[in-house]
């Protein structure tokens, strides 16, 4: 059992690096022990191979500061949320004991990415039932949150990533068979600048809601409570 505090589940390698590898960078700054779970190795990816996503994940887990981060090999590009799938995560989150779970979105242009925050949320449920497999103990996270970077919607949440930003680049740049400059399949794929361009519009975008440079947004289903009216962040005029 690793027992993590913050768990995020995404589709891809690289995912996470995009949408909340600033907020667990943050959370390990605190002391609390982070992971990433990564679904899929990319194998349907234009470059590369999933032996090299893979361990270029694990260089990037560093610049994350990850304390943990594992691939369950499911099939890239069609990630289906059926029993096998379901099973296989919820065991896994078992064995991981998060009390958080950071998921995709549920809405996206790419199918894996909302099969994903769906079949993460199944097995976040499934978790916690003690006759689901009589080898591991149940759990169930108790919280669930949306990394919402991609999706328009207001966010409920944005974390202040200032700090955190450059090292999360770097993270991201970790995966170089995906963004580094090569002949194979350019054109397809943007250059290293239109990403951090890109990336850093849409970090100070969110950052912007909360008066900070860079940040990243997050959706919660359920109302957020607030103890003390008087120390709210973010001015209101
Ligand atoms: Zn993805």
């Known amino acids: 059992m690793v027992n993590l505090d913050v768990l995020a589940i995404a589709a891809h ?7 909340c590898g600033g907020a667990l960078m943050r959370m390990a700054a605190h ?12 194998d349907m990816g234009t470059r590369g191979t999933p032996e090299q996503r893979m361990a270029e994940a694990e260089v990037a887990a560093r610049h994350l500061r990850l304390g943990w981060r594992g691939n369950l090999r ?9 029993i096998a ?11 991981l004991r998060p009390r958080v779970v950071i998921l995709p979105y549920w809405e996206g242009r790419h199918p894996d ?3 994903a925050s769906e079949l993460g949320y199944e097995a976040c449920f499934l978790a916690g039932l003690k006759k689901l497999d009589e080898y591991s103990e149940p759990h169930r996270p108790y919280k669930v949150i949306y990394a919402s970077s991609y999706a328009n919607v207001t966010p409920s949440f944005v ?5 955190q930003f450059d090292a ?14 090569q002949a194979g399949g350019s054109g397809l794929f943007p250059e290293e600048q239109e990403i951090r361009e890109r990336l850093g519009a849409v970090a100070r975008f969110y950052g912007n809601l909360i008066g900070v440079k860079y ?3 997050f959706v919660v289903k359920e109302t957020m409570q607030v103890d003390d009216i008087v120390n709210m962040g973010v001015r209101s005029i």
């Open 13 to 19: 390698p690289d995912d996470v690096e995009q949408t």
């Open 31 to 42: 002391g609390y022990r982070t992971g990433a779970l990564d679904l899929t190795a990319g």
């Open 74 to 82: 499911f099939p890239d590009a069609r990630l289906q949320n059926d």
């Open 85 to 95: 799938a379901r099973m296989t995560l919820a065991v896994k989150i078992r064995e």
């Open 113 to 115: 990415h909302y099969r």
């Open 159 to 163: 974390v202040d990533i200032s700090a």
């Open 168 to 181: 999360r680049m770097a993270a991201l740049m970790s995966y170089q068979s995906q963004y580094g400059a």
């Open 215 to 217: 940040g990243e947004p």
